[in-house]
């Protein structure tokens, strides 16, 4: 099983949750919520108000989301859907944890206890430059008040 963090559609309550509970696609198990250790900024960009986390680590907010568990199956959905590695690009990152619910090995467990845990993240190295311009989130809600609505992808 790999360790993911998501902040964007993919969270409980945002439009594409329904993929990360859908077993067909694979197994994802709700471990917890936590945000970036380092700083990030996470914009709301392109013409389908897209949440991208610009890996510009440094720069930004501490970004909030929901850590999963996810085997081989999803990952690989994962990295379809986010399209790995052009759009997005997985690569490690180390999440502090705010709220712990998984239940894994004691290695696992203390961990967390700890703080911090490492997961994967899909961040991009690829946007247009101007998108370091836009305003930057610390959290994402595709309903929230900077009022970008996200396009599902049934609806482009």
């Not at 610009?54 to 720069?59: D, R, S, V």
């Not at 502090?96 to 619910?101: G, K, L």
Request: charged share 20%.
């Amino acid at each position: 099983m790999a360790r993911v963090f998501v902040y964007g559609t993919l969270k409980k309550g945002q439009p594409n949750y329904k993929h990360m509970i859908n077993t067909a696609k694979g197994l994802a198990k709700f471990q917890g919520r936590g945000r970036t250790a380092e700083k990030y900024p996470l914009v709301i960009a392109g013409k389908y108000n897209i949440p991208y986390m610009l890996n510009i680590p440094g720069t930004g907010h501490h970004v909030a989301g929901e850590i999963y568990s996810v085997d081989d199956q999803m990952l690989q959905f994962l990295d379809e859907f986010e399209g790995c590695p052009d759009m997005y690009q997985r690569t490690l990152m180390r999440i502090e944890v705010v709220e712990w619910e998984g239940k894994g090995s004691a290695g696992e467990t203390r961990a967390a206890a700890e703080g911090v845990v490492e997961c994967f993240v899909y961040s991009t190295t690829t946007y247009p430059p101007e998108w370091v311009g836009l305003p930057y989130h610390d959290s994402y809600d595709s309903s929230g008040k900077h009022g970008l609505s996200y396009v599902l992808r049934e609806s482009r």
